[in-house]
């Protein structure tokens, strides 16, 4: 005869090693800030959190758009993303931009580095280096002198 209580106290230990198994393999493929959006909705344009306040934000119709924790700043979908860019803060910051597409490793198909032309005296030497950037970073550049 087989006594009830161990074979309770069995069938309680195997439910609490399933769970962990099962707590495991989730956070095994939980979604990272890089790999996660292989798992995006294909309409929607997602936004990184850092873009808040983006003046092109309101510019964006027919087309939903959420907000997420992501590394790119804009996914269009699975295979494709943009960074954005304004002149103004890359002469302040140049070294942000090369921190940014770094980053992306080759996560993308099509990697967009959207660029705001904005309040620059010289725009030809300005441009130069995000130009050499996209170029060298494998990028489809993008110039925009508004938004």
């Known amino acids: 005869a087989t006594n009830p209580r161990s074979e309770q106290e069995r069938a309680e230990q195997r439910a609490v090693e399933t769970h962990e198994a099962t707590l495991a393999a989730a956070d095994a493929h939980a979604a990272t800030d890089r790999d996660h959006h292989v798992l995006l909705q294909p309409h929607v344009l997602y936004v990184s959190t850092k873009q808040r306040g983006n003046g092109v934000l309101k510019y964006i119709r027919n087309v939903p758009f ?82």
């Open 66 to 147: 959420s907000f997420t924790k992501m590394v790119p700043d804009y996914i269009m979908s699975t295979t494709a993303c943009a960074l954005f860019l304004s002149i103004k803060y890359h002469q302040l910051y140049p070294n942000y931009v090369h921190r940014r597409l770094g980053e992306l490793w080759s996560d993308f198909k099509l990697r967009v580095l959207l660029v705001l032309v904005n309040r620059v005296d010289d725009n030809a030497n300005a441009l130069l280096h995000p130009n050499k950037l996209a170029v060298s970073h494998n990028f489809t550049l993008i110039l925009a002198w508004t938004e």
